[in-house]
């Protein structure tokens, strides 16, 4: 196994994703006023986002987290396990759903279509992340922190096999980290 850091490139420091996490905050607290929308993060990625993105906001909002599994090490599985449903009643909610990252498009679709079946009135996507090159999707992200190339990305609760996470910055790794 290489030492971590020699295989890390930075991509966006903490101070970048501050930034721009406030500025969604501010965008979703001037769309959302009087909606009181409710916030389902998708476990574990999105849990440092969800934390910053809810202290952000200036309006009154509920918040839930589900939970799946999409990926194994760098590679999709191509199916989705839930793993942990919400608990929260959606039906005629404005829900935004939170992500880490949007990949191939699979996890927040099929997501997307479950929540769909709760009746919602409404839903948005926020992610931090976005890789339009890969993603194949054909519904509207509506909040996007970042576009980024097709590169593996560790930091800010991203992980690789479950490490890396409580990095404070995002990186892309240079190297394949089993070599
Ligand atoms: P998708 O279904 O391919 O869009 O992938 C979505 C999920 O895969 C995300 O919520 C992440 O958990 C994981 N994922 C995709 N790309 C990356 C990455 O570059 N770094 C870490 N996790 C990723």
């Known amino acids: 196994m290489k030492k971590m850091d020699d295989n890390l490139i930075s991509l966006y420091s903490s101070s970048d994703?501050?930034?721009r996490v406030?500025?969604?905050g501010s965008e979703i607290s001037e769309e959302y006023e009087?909606?009181?929308?409710?916030?389902?993060?998708?476990?574990?990625g999105s849990f440092i986002f969800m934390a910053d993105l809810m202290r952000s906001?200036?309006?009154?909002?509920?918040?839930?987290f589900i939970k799946v599994r999409s990926y194994s090490g760098?590679?999709?599985?191509?199916?989705?396990?839930?793993?942990?449903?919400?608990?929260?009643d959606v039906k005629d909610r404005n829900i935004i759903l939170v992500e880490d990252i949007i990949d191939t498009g699979l996890t927040i679709k099929f997501l997307r279509e479950r929540l769909f079946g709760s009746s919602?009135?409404?839903?948005?996507?926020?992610?931090?992340?976005?890789?339009?090159?890969?993603?194949?999707?054909?519904f509207k992200i509506d909040y996007i922190g970042f576009e980024i190339p097709q590169e593996f990305v560790v930091g800010y609760g991203l992980d690789y096999e479950?490490?890396?996470?409580?990095l404070n910055g995002l990186y892309m790794i240079k190297n394949d980290l089993s070599e």
């Open 57 to 64: 906001l200036s309006i009154d909002c509920e918040m839930d």
């Open 162 to 166: 479950q490490k890396m996470r409580h």
């Open 74 to 88: 760098k590679k999709s599985s191509g199916t989705i396990q839930l793993l942990k449903d919400i608990s929260a």
């Open 17 to 19: 994703i501050k930034n």
């Open 34 to 44: 009087k909606k009181e929308p409710i916030f389902i993060g998708v476990l574990n």
């Open 22 to 24: 406030e500025e969604l």
């Open 120 to 138: 919602p009135k409404s839903i948005a996507i926020a992610t931090l992340l976005y890789k339009p090159s890969v993603a194949k999707i054909d």
